[in-house]
Nanobody, 122 residues
Framework: QLQASGGGLVHPGVSLRLSCVVS????????VGWWRQAPGKERQFVAA????????DYADSVKGRFTISRDNSKNMVYLQMNSLKPEDTAVYYC?????????????????WGQGTLVTVSS
């Protein structure tokens, strides 16, 4: 099971941290990714992190503003979002795959959680 949380309505320029708790039988080696889907648009890759946390990947649109991290002792993955822009408005999803490496291919992720809505507006 995956549960994303932390979304909300914020003004441009502020920060927000999303959390994803991974529970159930997902204790195997896994990579975790964050995706987002804006109204009327396709789901878009945002960031991913390997099992160890030693490898991360970011979409160009968020590089330098977003940071993905994980706490394996708590089965938690985070997405720190700074300098938010209106174009970051979307439903954000976390997803896991049972392999350790990161990937931008949505089909490579085995499980998807329910999303959390982030709205950036003045």
């Amino acid at each position: 099971q995956l549960q994303a949380s932390g979304g909300g309505l914020v003004h441009p320029g502020v920060s927000l941290r999303l959390s994803c708790v991974v529970s159930g039988d997902f204790d195997a080696i896994i990579a975790v990714g964050w995706w987002r889907q804006a109204p009327g648009k396709e789901r878009q890759f945002v960031a991913a992190i390997s099992r160890s946390g030693g490898s991360t990947d970011y979409a160009d649109s968020v590089k330098g503003r977003f940071t993905i991290s994980r706490d394996n002792s708590k089965n938690m993955v985070y997405l720190q979002m700074n300098s938010l822009k209106p174009e970051d408005t979307a439903v954000y999803y976390c997803a896991v795959r049972k392999l350790a490496a990161t990937t931008r291919s949505p089909g490579a992720y085995d499980y998807w959680g329910q999303g959390t809505l982030v709205t950036v507006s003045s």
